[in-house]
């Protein structure tokens, strides 16, 4: 079935969330000034009901599904629904999403499970900022053992996400450039965004896509490439000497709220339609109750109908005119990237 939202977006990807735990304390998703209280065991929904609603939203027109967080490789024995999920008839690509810290004792499983790629967050390659960024005592070398299991594991190309945030690690965009041409990564860069509330957003700390291309071209030439494939949130870029490409996410400076075809399930059974909303739709409480297959389809089909979604758009405009106000939002942690 192509079912289709108000503004005529499909339902093409689907992120899952296995956890809202992560190992990191990373400042502009779950700053480490706080304590958090995680959902308990018996209120995350299981494998088997997570299989059941990937399949109902295959029937709906999903076909890429992206496993997430929190840091989903806290989940144990993930690599057990990897290969229920590699299974369901229509998904053309399954991925994870991770900060890379478990990726050594993983990697192979997952691979060996059906997961087709993995895209590692690595925001600084300077060790005191990854740190800063991090909110843990975790070490750089931890991520970068993280990747050569990917390695080793098969998982190629790995893409990279680092999150650019102007006076942390905005002097390092060369730097992250230049170390995923050397091993044959494809760097994305992502504008700072407003996701949740708890990471005290405020946009003078955005690094413009443009800016970032910019720094990147003076180095080693770029020029633009067309969309991999409908509903891309990366605008791509070719390194002209053949080394490689780059990829850079405008969510605040050149919004892409038209094409987005993402759905979001929350580790506790909320349907989420857009990164930044406010509130969710229950799916656990009629998985649980008894609810048909066909009767939970009807439910996702009739929420993705209503769908009017278009955040950064609005807060992009708001930003413009001077009438942009932060509001609650559910956090990033909670539904991933």
Known sequence: MDVRDLFDRPLSDLRISVTDRCNFRCSFCMPGDRVYRFLPRPEILSFEEIVR???????????????TGGEPLLR??????VAALAGIEGID??????????LPRHAE????????RVTVSLHSLDPATFAALSGRHVE??????????????????????????????????????????????????????????????????????????RR???????????????????RRYRYRDGGGEIGVIPSVTEPFCGGCSRARLSADGMLYTCLFARTGHDLKTPLRGGASDGELEARVAALWRRRDDRYSEQ?????EDGGFAPAEKVEMFRIGG
């Open 53 to 67: 609603l990937a399949r109902i939203f295959a029937r709906l027109g999903a076909r890429k599904i992206r496993l």
């Open 76 to 81: 144990a024995e993930l690599d057990v629904l």
């Open 93 to 102: 690509d399954l991925a994870l999403t991770t900060n890379a810290y478990l």
């Open 109 to 116: 499983a997952l691979r060996a499970a059906g997961l087709k």
């Open 140 to 213: 750089l070398r931890s991520v970068l053992d993280g990747l050569a299991a990917a390695e080793r594991a098969g998982f190629r190309p790995i893409k990279l996400n680092a999150v650019v945030i102007r006076g942390t690690n905005e002097g390092e965009i060369v730097d992250l450039a230049r170390f995923a041409r050397r091993h044959g990564y494809v760097m994305r860069f992502i504008e700072y965004m407003d996701v949740g509330t708890v990471n005290h957003w405020d946009p003078s700390a955005v690094v413009s896509a443009r800016q970032i291309v």
């Open 216 to 234: 990147i071209d003076r180095v080693w030439p770029l020029e633009a490439l067309p969309p991999a494939h409908p509903g891309e949130v990366a």
């Open 315 to 319: 807060r992009t405009a708001a930003l």
